[in-house]
T-cell receptor
Framework: AAGVIQSPRHLIKEKRETATLKCYPI?????VYWYQQGPGQDPQFLIS???????DKGSIPDRFSAQQFSDYHSELNMSSLELGDSALYFC????????????FGPGTRLLVL | AQKITQTQPGMFVQEKEAVTLDCTYD???????LFWYKQPSSGEMIFLIY??????QNATEGRYSLNFQKARKSANLVISASQLGDSAMYFC??????????????FGTGTRLQVTL
């Protein structure tokens, strides 16, 4: 079965640079979520989109922005990167039917030097 | 207060034995969902099992079952016949609000399970 696709899988950036993470949800899934998982920590919710509209916002820094496009893929844009932004970034998708289970992509591992 | 509490940072279990990973939750919502995810050392987050707050039967998925005790607000994961490949971090997570809403998941701090020969 098709899964959530994230690109790139690994990313190395310098402080103050920008990064763009991409997410392609499972076909026919209408909701996309972004989570950040720091080293040795549990995932923390950043932001979600339903039908291309922002649905909920968590502890997402003002330096980060995200959007969902007409083809349902989503991008997380991160500017003025800081060392503390080094983390595993997950995208997850779900349908608004049934249990609404969130299926996670493989993650993008971001390292800020 | 923590919404999801996993009190076992690490657990060991012998191959072919059963193991229970504890999870307690805190919510004032009547409608919520509880999920367990597995995160191997490779990093991906794998969905294992789901229990809705109104489900009367405990959820089961193959070797995974969820021991749901609503009054005690606990949702423990039981893995039967452990395999070496079960060695991983296990996260309990909660969605507050009814299914069908784009509600975030709140995760516990995880339990690292090591299966030994």
């Amino acid at each position: 079965a098709a899964g959530v696709i994230q690109s790139p899988r690994h990313l190395i950036k310098e402080k103050r640079e920008t990064a763009t993470l991409k997410c392609y949800p499972i076909p026919r899934h209408d909701t996309v979520y972004w989570y950040q998982q720091g080293p040795g920590q549990d995932p923390q919710f950043l932001i979600s989109f339903y039908e291309k509209m922002q649905s909920d916002k968590g502890s997402i820094p003002d330096r980060f922005s995200a959007q969902q496009f007409s083809d349902y893929h989503s991008e997380l844009n991160m500017s003025s990167l800081e060392l503390g932004d080094s983390a595993l970034y997950f995208c997850a998708s779900s349908q608004r039917t049934g249990a609404g289970t969130q299926y996670f992509g493989p993650g993008t591992r971001l390292l800020v030097l | 207060a923590q919404k999801i509490t996993q009190t076992q940072p690490g657990m060991f279990v012998q191959e072919k034995e059963a193991v229970t990973l504890d999870c307690t939750y805190d919510t004032s919502d009547q409608s919520y969902g509880l999920f367990w995810y597995k995160q191997p050392s490779s990093g991906e987050m794998i969905f294992l099992i789901y229990q809705g707050s109104y489900d009367e039967q405990n959820a089961t998925e193959g070797r995974y079952s969820l021991n749901f005790q609503k009054a005690r607000k606990s949702a423990n994961l039981v893995i039967s016949a452990s395999q070496l490949g079960d060695s991983a971090m296990y996260f309990c997570a909660m969605r507050e609000g009814r299914a069908g809403t784009a509600s975030k998941l709140t995760f516990g701090t995880g339990t690292r399970l090591q299966v030994t020969l």
